[in-house]
């Protein structure tokens, strides 16, 4: 491909459906196709001399849906969302990220409010505060939670790129409730959470690229649950495990974790398309 226009032979590949493309190739052009109309021009007169079948398919597809198209055109319109909200959002994050959002508060609630016996001298936003980023997660690239998953999945574009872009929006949204409220109660310092936090996002991405994003993000916040939040309950103390892991002289660890998750996915990037 040059700077501007792909080559009349890589259209000509593309057209034929030549399986000897490359993925990346075949990526690089589906992602100019839908930018320029010029080399979708030359792919549509390519697939008429390349590919008289797909040709002929495409006539006779059209001829029947024309009809119902004509018939259909008094039907009013949906409103149509933004780009950036397709790219950076699944319709069903929203309200994932709500119920995110309202965990956040409880747990700050809880700090204020709740008897000492509860959690002893565990602050609950703290016991949840790492994990709940991955409540968003698990929905930013969910099979069973998006309704356009396969449309979305099929588009050039999808992939990695696509999965960071919805991560980055759930972290956009609990990181500032979780620093807010830990400044408003004095429960808890970004120190303690912040940094694992990213580390167990990262894992999760990570671990998403060979069991599916959804099942890692879930698994991690249920070992979490039972390892750390199930003990605090139930003891109305710190598991030690816990007192361990967010002390400050830990926060190289929780880096250390944080950019191994970071090279898995990087290493990983070609796998995301598959999910």
């Avoid at 010029?38 to 008429?48: E, I």
């Avoid at 694992?196 to 249920?222: D, N």
């Amino acid at each position: 491909m040059s700077a501007e226009h792909a080559s009349m032979r890589l259209i000509d590949d593309y057209a034929r459906g030549d399986a000897a493309m490359a993925a990346d190739t075949v990526w690089a052009l589906e992602a100019h196709l839908e930018t320029c109309a010029l080399c979708r021009s030359r792919l549509a007169a390519s697939v008429a001399t390349e590919a008289p079948g797909i040709a002929a398919l495409i006539d006779t597809v059209r001829a029947g849906l024309e009809p119902q198209l004509d018939a259909a055109g008094g039907v009013p319109r949906r409103r149509l969302r933004p780009r950036w909200v397709s790219a950076w959002l699944t319709p069903a994050m929203a309200p994932w990220l709500a119920m995110t959002a309202v965990v956040t508060l409880l747990a700050l609630l809880l700090d204020a409010v709740a008897s000492p016996t509860l959690f002893g001298d565990a602050s609950p936003a703290l016991l949840v505060a790492p994990v709940l980023p991955l409540c968003g997660v698990a929905a930013a690239w969910s099979r069973g939670l998006d309704p356009a998953h396969e449309l979305t999945a099929s588009t050039a574009r999808a992939g990695l790129p696509l999965l960071l872009r919805r991560t980055t929006s759930v972290l956009v949204v609990v990181l500032p409730v979780l620093l807010v409220g830990g400044w408003l109660t004095g429960s808890m310092t970004a120190a303690q959470w912040l940094l694992p936090s990213l580390a167990f996002t990262s894992t999760a991405l990570a671990l998403g690229s060979v069991v599916g994003v959804t099942r890692a993000a879930v698994g991690l916040v249920v070992a979490w649950g039972v390892a750390v939040v199930a003990p605090a309950w139930a003891t109305g103390r710190v598991p030690l495990a816990l007192r361990l892991a967010l002390q400050p002289d830990q926060l190289p660890a929780w880096g250390l974790l944080l950019a191994l998750g970071i090279g898995a996915v990087i290493a990983r990037r070609n796998a995301y398309s598959t999910l």
